[in-house]
């Protein structure tokens, strides 16, 4: 073997050794049943828009109160969530009923329909979404590796107040039972009429009460 094989070869050794062990298949998760928040659980994400990188920013949100039906406010009100970890009141808008992003339990293959009117300000949407889980995988993110299941979707969107306008997202989704929210998000809203806009979120830090 020459020298630049030799070469090679340990720079491949050296690249593996550097990726982060795999999940042994038992310690992944067949399914995952509906979050139970606990006040005190804090979120810190980055949030990343590829195209208005002066929106970019990371946020906290802790669990204030937990009410009837399992509805959780984070931040004093400030960002509300169904039973299943469902956005209904965010800062930049409300969800009626809810963003139905998630449903549980959740497994491999599952997939439903969730149907919502977004509004924010004097705009509002009927809000139309397909949703799958397609695997169960570790994901990577700062806040370290999470055994997270995989989920697909797409919504149309269709302007119904304000501006107006239509549009497709398609988005995808990793939601780990550990810390009971989705970690890591890449989501591409398409407007009939503009460039495609790329958000990424993911999670930085997590804890618990002591």
């Known amino acids: 073997m020459d020298l630049s094989s030799i070469a090679a070869s340990a720079a491949i050794a050296a690249s593996a050794a550097s990726l982060p062990a795999p999940v042994p298949q038992a310690a992944l998760p067949a399914q995952a049943e509906a979050p139970a928040y606990v006040v005190g659980e804090q979120w810190t994400f980055r949030f990343v828009n590829d195209f208005e990188p002066a929106k970019n920013s990371t946020f906290s949100q802790t669990v204030t109160r937990v009410g009837d039906g399992g509805r959780v406010e984070l931040n004093g009100g400030a960002t509300v969530l169904d039973a299943n970890g469902n956005n209904v009141k ?34 509002a949407s009927d809000v139309e979404r397909q949703a799958e889980v397609v695997g169960v995988e ?12 995989k989920i697909e979707m797409t919504a149309s969107w269709s302007g119904t ?7 497709t997202t398609r988005e995808t989704d990793w939601y780990a039972p550990a810390v009971a929210r989705v970690v890591k998000m890449d989501y591409f809203d398409r407007p009939a009429r503009g460039p495609t806009l790329p958000t990424h979120v993911e999670l930085l830090k997590f804890s618990k009460p002591q």
């Open 90 to 123: 965010t800062a930049s808008g409300t969800f009626e009923p809810s963003d139905g992003k998630l449903q549980f339990p959740l497994a491999v293959g599952k997939t439903w329909k969730s149907s919502s009117v977004y509004r924010s300000g004097s705009w």
């Open 138 to 149: 570790q994901v990577q993110t700062p806040a370290g590796a999470f055994a997270a299941f």
């Open 161 to 167: 107040e304000g501006n107006r306008g239509q549009g």
